[in-house]
């Protein structure tokens, strides 16, 4: 993935509309943003993550509020409320053989209300637009976005123990394939458990069960919201918080795809029923005098002889009286006309009588009726619609295939019950607890109104699951041998899962230790380093072999560490994501600064954005750094109308003050 342009338009602090040209230039991976605390750098970092994950963004500050009140509070104020604002990130990934070029904007205006438009090479894609926040998982998951979008504090807080290891365990799941192995895991599970109930009425009661417990709750909800109007909207903002982590959770663990499985369901029969019927057309089609256009060049010859044989008919018919007509034309010319005029006009209407007796000579060889020119005229027009209206039916089926696999892919990954039904629980719980506390009586109304709206909703979901009944087979032995298979599967993938885990945390290991070692000012203060496969806990021996307590760490050693063990993580993966590097200087003395920046920066990966203050990035650091800078830039900020601008350059390059 490389980012390539960010533009930010009457976001935050930046009035009107600021790109910043992020592309890399062949070994110079770095781009570089300087500016004083507060104009504007982890803003930058915020409209990162906001395009790509709307309501999700950890954005700096977002704080305890809620998001639509965050992306109100976030437009500019010297700006005009009407024209909203906007985020926008160019970024491409590498499909197959060949690069792919997103373009994500993320606008919204004084409602709080975000729209989000997704364009693939240029063009827009409503398939993907609506599916971003499954699509984007698949580029950047966003449990792995803080490895590679942090700023300074996010460092200093995986030097805990703890911290670094839910760390190692989310990257180790998703960055280095496990989280796959694990999924296909669940995806055979999901399989087997559809075996034991395909059956139709079985499929039927199921149905109706989820429905009707669905509709209760939404019946409980409304309740709820209606009688819980009073609280204060404080308590709002502090379980907004909490909730909004569990919707994370949630949509991790793919609740979102298990609450839409009976309308995935009913899609899916809706598509599969339009491809059966296309085929039918085309069917009928076959049956008609379509194939006929595989004997286009007999049909010709059998019109070109339906001709022939008319104009002899034709030309019969007159011979014999041209015989008469040319000896009354003879006569009529009378004796005393020359004899070699009368000669030669006998001839040519001799040849013509003989001309006329040819044509009528053909032989009619393939018994044709008399109107058979008629008959092939009206099955060419015939074969025109036909052959039309078959390309249309093709054209057709073939969208309808691709619908059809896009809902296959979806009830795919439509997650076990039990993996989120715990889940489920506790945001039902959060989400009585928060209603309990809104103050705010309109916006309680709107919630409940919502709430009736998707109970009407779920009653006519639990009608059309009384009526749905399609038509379906059970095949017992086939059943117990695909299960038998997808337990087997199941097993070798368990120990497959176990030899990943240990292989990458054995090259974790490795390539932490090292880039450890090359940022330290103190040679051999850590001898060894171990990651538990359990627990993912990271343990460091000194060089007698003695457990080192992180707590001897100094505070720069320790952000070192925690700088080593991101390193690391991105070595083992392939370097093939950028890090947006926020303030990440702040604990470091001048020599383990200096470290940073000759040995983790400029072979971090591909591309690295670091945002830099004067102090931290300062003239000397900025020429051992220059080598590896593609693009500088400086965030300029007006004191006096309270905005910032983007200008190229960076301290002792441009000349750019800091404040305008």
Known sequence: MLLHEITLENFGAYRGKHSLELSP??????????????????????????ALYGRRANCSARGGRGYDTFLRESINRQSEPSKGASVAIEFSIAVEDREQFYTVVRRWGADGKDVLSVEIDGEYSPVITNGWAEHVEEILPFDLSSLFFFDGEKIESLADPEQAGAVIRT??????????????????????????????????????EAREAEHKAADMAVEVEVQNQGKLKTTVERLQGDLER????????????FERLNSLDAEHKRVKSQIEASDSALVNLAAGSLPLLLLRDQLETLNKQAQQESEASKAAQVVDVLADRDRWL?????????????????????????????????????????DAVAQFAALEQTLVHDRQRAQELLAESAGLQDELDTLDRQLASVPDQTRVESIIAKRRELLDQVAVARADHERSGVVVEDLKRRREQLDAAVTRARKDAGDSQWDAEAAKRLYDYAERTRGTLTKFSTALVKRHIGLLEVAVLQSFNELMRK??????????????????????????????????????????????????AGNRLPSVIDTPLGRL??????????????????????????????????????????????????????TTSVVPGYWWTSGAMHVA
């Open 523 to 572: 040679r051999g203060l850590v001898k060894d380093l171990h990651i538990d496969p359990q627990s993912f806990t990271l343990k460091l021996w000194d060089d007698e072999g003695e457990e080192l307590n992180l707590g001897r760490l100094s505070a720069g050693e320790r952000q070192l560490l925690a700088i080593s063990l991101l390193a690391g993580l991105m070595k083992v």
């Open 25 to 50: 230039k062949k070994n110079r991976p770095i781009v570089l943003i300087g500016g004083l605390n507060g104009c504007g750098k982890t803003t930058l970092l915020d409209a990162i993550q906001l």
């Open 246 to 257: 569990l919707e994370n959770e949630f949509v991790s663990e793919g609740g979102h795809l």
């Open 330 to 370: 003879l006569d009529l010319m009378g004796e005393d006309l020359p004899a070699t005029v009368r000669s030669s006009v006998s001839r040519k209407l001799a040849a013509d009588r003989k001309k006329r007796a040819a044509v009528a000579s053909v032989e009619h060889g393939f018994s044709l009726p008399h």
């Open 171 to 208: 990257a180790v799941r998703s960055l280095m394939g496990v989280h796959a192995v694990e999924q296909l895991r669940t995806d055979l599970a999901a399989l087997q458990r559809r075996q034991e109930m395909t059956p139709k009425d079985q499929e039927l009661m199921a149905a109706l």
């Open 589 to 642: 003395d001048s020599q383990h600064r200096q470290h940073l920046v000759d040995r983790y920066f400029p072979k971090v990966g591909r591309q690295v954005l670091l945002l830099s203050t004067d102090e931290e990035i300062d003239e000397h650091l900025l020429a051992r750094l220059k080598p590896a800078i593609s693009h500088t830039y400086m965030l300029v900020h007006d004191d006096t109308k309270l």
